[in-house]
Nanobody, 120 residues
Framework: QVQLVESGGGLVQAGGSLRLSCAVHRRTFTINFIGWYRQAPGKQRELVATITKGGSTNYADSVKGRFTISRDNAMNTVYLQLNSLKAEDTAVYYC??????????????WGQGTQVTVSS
């Protein structure tokens, strides 16, 4: 019912920039919330930034001031602008959305991820 497809990752030098995209393909319901997560080798997946359909945003302290999350008004695409990249930003970046279904069951949707590699 929901498919998320990330793109835009790549190799960049420290201090450089990338823009990640999350294409949101949905069938039966509106996407109201998208989160970007990342997972580095040997580390747990962590939340990076979130955005609501209305445009409210939140950021992890580690990326605040450097990353910007945005979306088109229909929530068909969500972006993550990565600026002033550091080596520690190297990770696979995923987009995610969650929806409460029948009986209060939480449905959790993930994309396939896109690799961001920052060289020192």
């Amino acid at each position: 019912q929901v498919q998320l497809v990330e793109s835009g990752g790549g190799l960049v030098q420290a201090g450089g920039s990338l823009r990640l995209s999350c294409a949101v393909h949905r069938r039966t319901f509106t996407i109201n919330f998208i989160g970007w997560y990342r997972q580095a080798p040997g580390k747990q997946r962590e939340l990076v930034a979130t955005i609501t359909k209305g445009g409210s945003t939140n950021y992890a302290d580690s990326v605040k001031g450097r990353f910007t999350i945005s979306r088109d008004n229909a929530m068909n695409t969500v972006y993550l602008q990565l600026n002033s990249l550091k080596a520690e930003d190297t990770a696979v970046y995923y987009c995610n959305t969650k929806r409460v279904g029948v009986g209060g069951v939480l449905n959790d949707y993930w994309g396939q991820g896109t690799q961001v590699t920052v060289s020192s």
